[in-house]
């Protein structure tokens, strides 16, 4: 659990200059208050009120300031430093840009913008994204924020491609966390649309990743058919960072399926160089380089991990503003169907020459044997009784539970879930990772 605040640490006041930013990383087991005392700032694009005391854990962020501010920083900081040199403003000119796709499309009543934000892991995409989500925002627009990245679980549960309507300011201390945990725990109807992959990375199976990020595309399409205020606002769109042979076709993948008109490449020159060859003859799509900010670190592999954790930890448990109290319950075996999808035994390239590889990447496989659910999370699947199997990948995901016991003799296993009552649907789907509850 989350530290105490530390009254031994005595609580300081940094000066901002105008155009600069108060860049601090904080470690999972601490927690950190930060307060505006005069002046305005801002944290990824969402505005800080003045006199408020936010508190965060776990986090790598900046506190920027336009005009100028004061602030008390307490507590014990991983890291901590200001910084006069940031890229804010090319940012804002990007968002002012496409806000005035936005007024053209309104106009003419046509599809917003679709903007499609790509570079390598670590490079401060999610952090573009939130800012030019939060700047739509705060000029009336309902963009829709899909999230591609399934390492990071940025809206529900890593493994999964979500979407979800910014109707709302993205929280300051918890991101896009708390409204998708609350809608979890209420059995909401504002749920993120999502779709389970069930891995860390789109190289890990490539086909079912394409299949999952297509029938999102679809319904995100269909979604903003029916919604004319998210219609011309359009979306935005944070990628996972995978630049290799496979991240090249799965980015131009994502531009076919959204009909992405807007590439912005963050921090790295040659795929900025080669998306401007690969797109020269398409008018209508503009390519549009900026540079990361100076604060942006890589972040080690313990970090993703502990990351990963506490997203699986909010989902059931919330957060400390907003606490959840989970359900655990028995399931009998045959009252649940899981499945997972087929791997493939082998890549295509190590198998004998003139052999194909068995095609079952996007195969689903009923799960018998129940002891290897154990610890496992699962997403349930919005797909009726009777569905076909090969029709389940293509289901959106009504919730997530966690398999804390299996009893092979009772044929029982105990349920975590975020609401009460029987699971809404007996299809799950599993995934690669795994979780032990602390």
């Known amino acids: 659990m989350m530290q105490e605040k530390d009254e031994g640490s005595d609580a300081r006041v940094i000066d901002l200059e105008p155009d600069s930013e108060f860049r601090f990383e904080v470690d999972f087991k601490t927690q950190i208050q930060i307060k505006i005392l005069k002046g305005t700032a801002e944290i990824f694009g969402t505005e800080l009120a003045e006199g408020v005391e936010y508190s965060f854990s776990g986090r790598k962020a900046a506190v920027y300031t336009w005009h100028g501010c004061s602030l008390e920083a307490r507590g014990t900081f991983l890291v901590e430093y200001t910084a006069n040199e940031t890229p804010m403003t090319s940012y804002l000119n990007t968002h002012l840009a496409i806000q005035q796709l936005r007024s053209t ?18 490079v401060g995409k999610t952090s573009l994204c939130k800012i ?50 609350t809608a979890a725990s209420m059995g909401s109807t504002t749920m993120p649309l999502a779709y389970y992959y069930g891995y860390e990375s789109p ?64 921090g790295h020159e040659r795929l900025y160089s080669d998306m ?90 009923k799960v018998d044997s129940y002891d290897m659910c154990l610890h496992s999370i699962m997403a349930i ?8 199997d090969n029709k389940l990948l293509e289901s959106s995901v009504v919730g997530f539970i966690y398999i804390s016991d299996v009893n092979e003799d009772k044929k029982k296993m105990t349920v975590l879930s975020p609401s009460p009552g029987r699971l809404p649907r007996r299809h799950v789907l599993m995934g690669a990772f795994k979780w032990m509850e602390t």
């Open 203 to 266: 190289s890990e199976n490539v086909k079912m990743y394409k299949l999952v990020v297509s029938r999102l595309a679809r319904t995100v399409k269909s979604r903003l058919a029916a919604d004319p205020e998210s219609r011309t606002s359009g979306i935005i769109i944070d990628t996972s960072g995978l630049i290799d042979p496979i991240g090249y076709e799965l980015i131009q993948h994502a531009i076919d399926e959204f009909s992405v008109n807007v590439v912005v490449v963050l």
């Open 105 to 122: 499309a309104k106009a003419s009543n046509e599809l917003g913008p679709r903007v499609l934000v790509i570079g390598p892991h670590d």
């Open 276 to 365: 401007t060859k690969i797109y020269k003859d398409q008018n209508n799509i503009s390519i549009v380089k900026l540079n990361k900010s100076g604060g942006v670190v890589e972040r080690d592999k313990q970090f993703k991990i502990q990351l990963q954790r506490s997203k699986i930890q909010e989902y059931f448990y919330g957060t400390s503003k907003c606490e959840l109290s989970p359900y655990s319950m028995l399931v009998n075996f045959n009252d649940i169907n899981v499945w997972r999808v087929g791997e493939a035994i082998a890549p295509s390239s190590a198998l004998p020459i003139g052999m194909e590889s068995k095609d079952n990447e996007t195969e689903v496989v």
């Open 132 to 181: 030019m989500a939060s700047y739509a925002f705060r000029q009336g627009e309902k963009p829709l924020y899909v999230s591609l990245d399934t390492a990071e679980g940025s809206i529900t549960m890593p493994g999964a491609v979500t979407a979800t309507a910014i109707s709302h300011l993205i929280d300051i201390e918890e991101g896009f966390g708390s409204s998708a945990t």
């Open 381 to 388: 699947l919005n797909a009726d009784d009777s569905e076909h």
